[in-house]
């Protein structure tokens, strides 16, 4: 099978404790490459992944001509300029999520590489979760009737640390809402197949001293009219996270936990009814059992780059595109706006 020869930019947060490990396991991609500032690390991780080359700058390892794709996982801040410059230089790019620090600078990236000719994509790995590609199926099918209600969580424990990308917004574009409610939104939006319509946030700093947002919250009307919350905390501890999606329709409900993180597993409780029946003044529950959805877990990084390898083999339509990061960091600038004029009632 012919394998898309990757390089890799900011080789040393996620991409070395998730993608890259993923990637070693993907059919159609090999790393060809990978780039951290400092020549020890970068080396080391050239070693840990059997890469051919270690670089230190964005540039050099643009410039080989063995690397065909670039997988960009620094610092949001870098993004707009390392994505052109791999443009510029002919290289397809999976670029993490948010794209830029801003959306206007998000569509120039996009904008930018249409013109080079190359392919971009984002990092909604979380797409690809044997879980949510069933809850995705099972509204398709229509087994959940109208949808009318979800709702979805990501947390962490992420105190102050000095002189961290992602405590400022010059750096990171936002805190928790940009950096892990988008996982969120983009989640029900995919599964649901409607998008944001209307949308308000609050976004305050509860626990901690940095500048972005430690708490988020967010409430979205679809276009399909369901109502929708969004929650995204930095101070809730990793031991305590739910990292819970539910979905609930006319027919019945989807209730995953665990789903939303970087390791494929959790759990996923469905309950279905029937919309034609009357009003119950009882309400009574107990008339369905939970459904057992079977599914194969594997490996959500895996799947993101074989899917973005495949698009650039055979052409295929990229499954996670940019423009789909753009559309939810839309939606997140809108809630900080909200949130800091205040657009609603205070008591
Ligand atoms: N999809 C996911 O599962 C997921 C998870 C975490 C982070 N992310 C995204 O990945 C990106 C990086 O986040 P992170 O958690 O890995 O951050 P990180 O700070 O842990 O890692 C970033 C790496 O980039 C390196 N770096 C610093 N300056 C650089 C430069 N100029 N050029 C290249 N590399 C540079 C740093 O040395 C560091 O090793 C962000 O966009 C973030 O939102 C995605």
């Not at 898309?4 to 890259?20: C, E, H, S």
């Not at 090999?30 to 059997?50: C, F, H, Q, T």
């Not at 400022?168 to 944001?196: K, P």
């Not at 409900?253 to 029937?274: F, H, P, R």
Request: with cysteine; net charge negative.
């Amino acid at each position: 099978m012919r394998k898309v020869n990757w390089g890799v930019l900011g080789a040393g947060g996620i991409a070395d404790r998730r993608t890259m490990p993923g990637m070693m396991l993907a059919g159609n991609a090999r790393i060809r490459s990978v780039m951290e500032i400092d020549p020890d690390v970068s080396e080391n991780l050239r070693a840990k992944y059997g890469a051919d080359k270690a670089f230190t700058n964005a540039r050099d390892l643009l410039s080989d001509p063995g690397t065909e794709a670039v997988y960009i996982a620094s610092p949001v801040v870098f993004h707009k300029e390392q994505a052109m410059m791999a443009a510029d230089y002919g290289k397809h790019i999976l670029l993490e999520k948010p794209i830029a620090l801003t959306v206007g600078e998000g569509q120039e990236v996009i904008e930018y590489c249409k013109r080079k000719g190359v392919l971009l994509a984002t990092g909604f790995m979380m797409r690809f979760h044997a879980y949510h590609v069933a809850m995705k199926r099972l509204v398709e099918e229509g087994k959940l009737g109208q949808i009318v209600s979800c709702r979805a969580q990501l947390t962490c424990w992420y105190p102050d640390i000095p002189g961290s990308w992602r405590q400022s917004f010059a750096s990171s574009g936002g805190g928790a809402l940009m950096d892990m409610g988008v996982h969120c939104l983009d989640l029900i939006q995919h599964i649901t197949g409607s998008r944001a319509k209307r949308a308000a946030g609050m976004a305050k700093t509860l626990t901690f001293g940095y500048e972005v947002e430690d708490s988020g919250a967010l409430l979205v009307e679809l276009e399909n009219g369901a109502l929708c919350h969004i929650e995204a905390n930095f101070n809730i501890p990793d031991a305590a996270a739910r990292g819970r999606l539910e979905i609930y329709g006319t027919k019945g409900s989807m209730l995953a936990e665990g789903t939303i993180s970087q390791a494929e597993g959790g759990k996923l409780e469905v309950m279905l009814s029937d919309d034609t029946l009357g009003y119950d003044a009882a309400q009574d529950r107990n008339r369905v059992e939970p459904i057992d959805v079977k599914v194969e877990f594997g490996n959500m990084y895996t799947k993101e780059i074989e899917s973005f390898s495949n698009s650039i083999i055979n052409k295929t339509d990229i499954e996670v595109p940019a423009e789909d990061a753009v559309q939810v960091q839309r939606v997140i600038q809108s809630a900080y706006r909200t949130s800091s004029e205040e657009r609603y009632e205070r008591f």
